[in-house]
């Protein structure tokens, strides 16, 4: 899209859409909840609408034209519900998926990934210094990370590193814990981030094993290393934006509704930790 066309869809878009429209959150399960807990902290005015593709995650492992599909049928539902903005919190999304959905929803909606907001953090805050990625092997191969910091030309070093048993191990409850410890240690302990000053989370997961990660490098490495935490990032990206555009909601907020494609007791749990609060999830399954 040219930077003309992108001037003539924020001139429709701003048009067509109202203040009290939600926020639309988008993520392959719960882990996009760590965003939408920074949001609400940020924007508390805000209704979120959230959808967790649980019946297809982890999404890490799947090709580019799956994720490619399943983000469709997902900012589809998020369009019925009049968001004002979409947000990729899934970085796996987000690498295979960001540049179709811009053009998919054209001016119905602004639509925000995960990745450059910290792409813009890391040139602007770690100029000339290594730094260190994990993420699942779709983010890690995509070389999304990579190429967007390469082309600030800040003479940044970017160690990336596949870790795919994260997500599914905080997914499936396991963080805080000798079991989380062990596999973060074993990861983490890879001679490619040796050097490194700084770690970008690379998954929307992974706020939520940031103290195991702190406390790893704190006991392992001699040098300080930054955790990079996204999920306040990219918020701040969201509130600039509706700022910018005099689209936040002045109003009191409605109720926020967040909605799962496969339902389970387990993840209903683990849910409270991610939000911080009990959160109802109400069943829709994309492929019906």
Known sequence: ??????????????????????????????????????????????????????????????????????????????????????????????????????????????????????????????????????????????????????????????SSLATPLLASMIEEGFFNNTISQSVISEYLSDKSLQKIEGLILGCTHYPLIKKEIDLFFQKTFKNKVDVIDGSFIVAEEVRIFLEKTSLLNPYSVQEDIFYVSDLTKSFEETTKIFFKKTVKLELYKLWE
């Not at 589809?76 to 979409?86: A, E, G, R, T």
């Not at 540049?99 to 990934?113: H, M, P, Q």
Request: charged content about 20%; hydrophobic content about 40%.
């Open 1 to 158: 899209m040219s930077k003309n066309d992108e001037q003539n869809s924020l001139k429709l878009y701003l048009q067509e859409t109202k203040k009290i429209n939600p926020i639309g959150i988008f993520d392959s399960g719960i882990g996009g909840l760590t965003v939408a807990q920074a949001v609400k902290e940020l924007l508390p005015h805000e209704q979120i609408i959230y959808f967790g593709d649980t019946a297809h995650l982890p999404y890490g492992e799947k090709s580019r034209v799956a994720l490619q599909a399943y983000s469709i049928k997902a900012v589809d539902f998020l369009l019925k519900h009049n968001c004002k903005i979409i947000l990729f919190a899934c970085n796996s999304a987000s690498s295979a998926a960001f540049e179709l959905i811009k053009e998919y929803t054209a001016t119905r909606a602004k639509v925000i990934d995960v990745i450059q907001p910290v792409v813009n953090y890391v040139t602007t805050n770690f100029e000339g210094k290594n730094i260190g990625l994990i993420g699942t092997r779709q983010t890690i191969n995509s070389n999304a990370y990579l190429q967007k910091i390469n082309k600030e030309n800040k003479n940044i070093t970017l």
